[in-house]
């Protein structure tokens, strides 16, 4: 079974890190519906990320950050990476590094207690600190979130409010009037989930990180776009415009009506069905962000010699890699692998679960995860893994 329906919400085990609630039953009842705050989610929280790790990851090339600090009504937003001197400083300010989880270990952990959510909605991990008084202010995401304290104390101030008011001339998202409903002092392991679209606003008590786990929220516009950019590859019309009842004209400059009719027609026969759509989101879902890199190993393996090595280790997926599946077919950053028939399972299973046991790996398993290796987007497991 792939999905799990209510009617499974009394033979799906609680979960900690929701308080007990099963996955289904917390996709009923709190999923894009309603706030949940879970005292003591993830006791292991704070071994997540430190400050030190996490001002090392603010001033890297490849990690999208930003810091966010407020004097009076002024807000400023600077982009990373930052300068040693930007993580310093009096006063309230907040550092947010994005998609932490590409770069340790222990982040691509905390995401996968999740993978009761599809993989085509997990985004990433972000992890921000602040000093006391610092935060991004109030505002609404238009994504689902679980707000984890890692370190330090976050109150959190929420509100179901229908009034959404923006204020302008602002360089980030700000609300004109959050009417808070519920208050929360999130102290390290506490989690707080937030449907899209709930108005919050989270100050730092003391010097504290915070972890969010967050979900893609494409616009319908951006979804439409996508599928057409993909589209135009696919499109098959062959011939080329003929208008053997064309009238002549004393307006040649004119787009005639016949002209638009013909080409209206034409149009009418671009089409898409179910198939094309799967195949355009297992593309576009596992694209990666246009910043990712993936490194080709360091004195990469031969084909034969990473078979006995994987058989040994297991393979594990790289932290930056999308996997998914759809019938019979796996997509990898953006691509669609050709498989075997008598891999799909196992291949399926390594998207799944991103990683495979040496025992599992046969030769032919081997060969099909080799050119994946190569271009870095899987690893020989580490032993102990
Ligand atoms: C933060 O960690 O300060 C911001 C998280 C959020 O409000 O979504
Ligand atoms: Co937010």
């Given at each position: 079974?792939?999905?799990?329906?209510?009617?499974?919400?009394?033979?799906?085990?609680?979960?900690?890190?929701?308080?007990?609630?099963?996955?289904?039953?917390?996709?009923?009842?709190?999923?894009q519906k309603k706030p949940l705050f879970v005292p003591a989610?993830?006791?292991?929280?704070?071994?997540?990320?430190?400050?030190?790790?996490?001002?090392?990851?603010?001033?890297?090339?490849?990690?999208?950050?930003?810091?966010?600090?407020?004097?009076g009504d002024d807000w400023t937003v600077d982009h990373g990476p930052l300068r040693p001197r930007q993580l310093s400083g009096k006063g309230p300010w907040t550092v947010l590094v994005q998609g932490i989880n590409h770069f340790l270990p222990g982040a691509d952990a905390l995401l996968r207690r999740f993978a009761f959510i599809p993989y085509t909605r997990l985004d990433d991990v972000m992890a921000s600190f602040a000093t006391a008084g610092?935060?991004?202010?109030?505002?609404?995401?238009?994504?689902d979130v679980f707000l984890i304290q890692a370190h330090g104390t976050r109150r959190w101030q929420i509100s179901g409010q229908a009034d959404r008011a923006?204020?302008?001339?602002?360089?980030?998202?700000?609300?004109?009037d959050l009417?808070?409903?519920?208050?929360?002092?999130?102290?390290?392991g506490d989690l707080l989930y937030l449907p899209p679209g709930y108005a919050h606003e989270g100050v730092a008590l003391d010097d504290c990180i915070t972890l969010s786990v967050g979900f893609r929220a494409p616009t319908h516009q951006e979804l439409a776009r996508e599928f057409l950019f993909w589209l135009a590859d696919r499109i098959d019309l062959p011939g080329f415009y003929a208008d053997p009842d064309l009238n002549a004209t004393t307006s040649p400059a004119r787009v005639d009506e016949g002209l638009i009719g013909r080409v209206a027609a034409l149009l009418q026969n671009i089409r898409w069905d179910d198939a094309m759509v799967a195949a355009f989101l297992g593309h576009y879902l596992s694209e990666p962000k246009p910043h990712v890199l993936f490194d080709a190993p360091d004195d990469a393996l031969g084909a034969a010699a990473f078979a006995r090595a994987a058989q040994r280790h297991g393979v594990a997926l790289d932290l930056q890699t999308l996997m998914l599946h759809h019938g019979e077919q796996v997509y990898c950053n953006g691509e669609a692998l050709m498989v075997e028939p008598a891999l799909l399972a196992a291949l399926c299973d390594l998207a799944d679960r991103r990683f495979v046991e040496g025992e599992r790996v046969d030769r032919a398993l081997a060969e099909q995860l080799y050119p994946l290796y190569l271009a870095g987007h899987l690893h020989l497991a580490r032993p102990g893994n």
């Open positions: 079974m792939t999905t799990l329906t209510p009617a499974d919400a009394t033979s799906t085990p609680p979960l900690a890190c929701l308080g007990g609630l099963s996955a289904v039953a917390f996709m009923a009842s709190h999923w989610a993830v006791p292991d929280a704070a071994g997540v990320i430190d400050r030190e790790t996490l001002f090392e990851l603010a001033q890297h090339p490849d990690a999208q950050t930003r810091r966010i600090a407020c004097k610092g935060g991004v202010g109030p505002h609404y995401d238009s994504y923006l204020r302008p001339g602002q360089p980030l998202k700000l609300m004109t009417r808070a409903e519920q208050s929360f002092d999130c102290r390290p």
